[in-house]
């Protein structure tokens, strides 16, 4: 069976790992990336909405975000959709990414508006930069982080040492950075040349390229893609 190189914070890669199983795929799960709340407070003020593009945004709040519950949520992804109704909160617009919900909020909001963006500390910058640039107002509240791991797990060292990794996937170009820097520190950069690496998005992919590697990228930016490409690429 195919053995799968899983970076993902550990929640996230009991999950990844559950799907690769069906595809006939064993996980080898080194996070290089964990999450945790900044327990940053909420500034008061008169929003018109909140936004969450992750659910860790949502899980992480807090209670200072509590009085805006009563407020339109408008979310990235249906598992933000789905942890926002498990917190209490009525999801109104869901979309899949920024490019998607930024016409609806839009169109929604003609005229300008306060945004509160539950947000997480390292983030792209497409959703706030496009409602700016259309006269809206975004406080954005780092209410979690991704901190970086110190070390590749053993498992991950010794499969990799040993040649009996097939494939690693990549969910973001931050993780993807600390994999190449958590591998080289083991001594393991060698290695990786060997690999098939699936990627996110052209985004994703930028840093393994650049440390000319072979990377294929999904079609979409969302797992049931980058799987697709993984099965596909064996």
Known sequence: MRRALVLRAAEDALRTSDKLKSLCFTSV?????????????????????VLASSAKGIDCAGTDAEPYKPLPLHVVGAKTAKAAREHGWRPDIVAGNADAILPLLRARYP??????????????????TGLRDAGHVVTAVDVYEARAAEALSEEARAA??????DIVLHYSRRSAEIFLRLASAAGLTAQLGRLAHVALSQDVAAPL????????????PDEAHLL???????
């Open 29 to 49: 799960v080194s996070p290089v990336l964990e999450i945790a709340a900044t327990e940053a407070p909420v500034p008061p003020g008169a929003y018109d909405a």
């Open 111 to 128: 005229a300008p508006a306060h945004f509160l963006y539950l947000a997480g500390r390292d983030r792209q910058a497409a959703l706030e």
């Open 160 to 165: 990799l040492a040993a040649g009996e990794i």
């Open 209 to 220: 390229k650049a440390a000319g590697l072979s990377v294929s990228c999904a079609e979409a």
């Open 228 to 234: 697709k490409a993984a099965v596909a690429l064996l």
